[in-house]
């Protein structure tokens, strides 16, 4: 079997390019690194060493302009990045070296508006909401359709009191998103990117850090996580835009989502929300000690990886939304999984130990294709752009073991599940492949 694993690119032949914030974007991926001599700038690939090449130095010379928290709309590509001239501000590209400019200058000068935004902020494929200071009004929150210089102001920091303002962020990314949920105090408010379609829901409804200000729709309804004054954890909400329909769909505490039996475990639990695949919706749930990975489809919950890790470094679904790559960490070791959310097909992989973690994990899966590309840390190029293969698990044996209750351990697994596990191997030369 021909080694569908390669190295694309040695950008930085010289040392690390770290590339990062890998985007997908008319059928090409754009990302951040650094070749040793522009500084970390924007990049692009089409899976060929010919085809990856600088798109544009933003911030001229060797400073780094960073580019990050690319989003697609429309037919341009939105994202962040610093220049000596502007600060940190909104840029857009069409995918060309002229196409690539300054989208907006919310605070003017050199400071920069410093913006906050993300895929799971776009309404349809047309709107894109961020939050953004320009210096005068506080941290607010603008929407734009990617036409330079006009972004519209939705909600003034000035209008809050001072209570602070967070996003949602809106799950799946799909063009049927008509709204976005966002928190300001203890207030739930919704908009749909217009200053008329910005109204508040309800009161009352505690929102925690924004790793879990995340809401999906399913069913007509908008699924999200917050708490009630007298809640000590997280739970998972429901609502259809109006106070009577707001209400507990999962308490965290009710559902066992807190394990308060492991030592020094917390009872106030951190959950967001995985990949979509089918009618189901992945749940990672965080209380301090651990991350557990669950499964609902708005009726039912049940754990969907039996084993408790400390940290997931990335969960993405396959180009065609069959199934989900976990990459989670344990200690120093780095385990993959993949999973269409049955636990017939829930299959642990392989495990990278001593080190692989570092600079590892990063991935983004290309639409059409059948591979992602990622970063892995190996010993003969350090930190560098790769790509592997997802494997098909239709066509693998059905009678592999679960993973839960009892995850088996990998190499005893049946051989027709050995082709992630040798593909995997082959990334950081455990195994020859042929």
Request: glycine share 10%.
């Amino acid at each position: 079997e021909e080694d569908e694993t390669m190295l694309v690119k040695d950008i930085n032949p010289s040392g690390d390019s770290n590339p990062s914030e890998f985007v997908e974007f008319r059928n090409k991926v754009y990302f951040r690194a650094d070749d040793g001599e522009n500084g970390a700038e924007l990049w692009m690939t089409d899976g060929t060493a010919d085809g990856t090449m600088l798109l544009k130095d933003i911030n001229e010379g060797s400073a780094s302009s960073n580019p990050a928290d690319f989003v697609v709309l429309g037919n341009k590509l939105v994202f962040e990045a610093t220049t000596e001239e502007y600060g940190r501000e909104l840029w857009v590209t069409d995918g060309t070296e002229d196409g690539t400019e300054l989208l907006e200058d919310i605070q003017e000068g050199s400071n920069g508006s410093s913006p906050s935004l993300k895929a799971e902020y776009k309404i349809g494929d047309d709107i894109l909401l961020f939050t953004a200071n320009d210096g005068e009004q506080g941290n607010s929150l603008y929407s734009t359709d990617a036409t330079p210089g006009g972004a519209t102001l939705l909600k003034s920091s000035l209008d809050t009191d001072g209570a602070p303002l967070s996003m949602f962020v809106n799950r799946p990314l799909d063009d049927d998103v008509d709204e976005i949920l966002f928190a300001v105090g203890d207030e739930l408010w919704t908009t749909d990117g217009t200053t008329s379609g910005t109204k508040r829901i309800r009161e009352g409804v505690s929102i925690g850090s924004d790793s879990r200000m995340s809401s999906y729709k399913l069913d007509g309804k908008t699924l999200f996580f917050g708490r009630e004054a007298e809640q000590d954890a997280d739970s998972l909400w429901e609502t259809d835009g109006t106070a009577s329909g707001t209400k507990v769909l999962f308490s965290g505490l009710d559902t066992g989502i807190t394990d308060v039996s492991r030592k020094g475990a917390s009872t106030t639990v951190g959950i967001s929300f995985g990949p979509v695949i089918g009618d189901k919706i992945s749940l990672l749930t965080d209380n301090g000690v651990g991350v557990d990975v669950w499964v609902t489809d708005g009726d039912d919950i049940d754990r969907l990886i039996s084993k408790t890790y400390d940290f997931v470094l990335n969960v993405k679904p396959s180009a065609d939304d069959e199934q989900a790559v976990f990459v989670m960490m344990d200690g120093n070791d780095m385990q993959l999984y993949t999973s269409d959310y049955t636990e017939d097909n829930t299959i642990k992989g392989p495990t990278f130990t001593d080190g692989i973690s570092s600079g590892a994990g990063e991935l983004v899966t290309l639409e059409d294709e059948d591979f992602a590309i990622f970063t892995l840390n190996s010993a003969d190029y350090g930190v560098e752009l790769w790509k592997f293969t997802f494997p098909d698990l239709d066509a693998e044996s059905p009678t592999a073991s679960p993973v839960s209750p009892n995850p088996p351990d990998f190499d005893s697994a049946p051989s027709a599940r050995l082709g992630l596990a040798t593909l995997t191997a082959c990334i950081v030369g455990m195994l020859a492949c042929v």
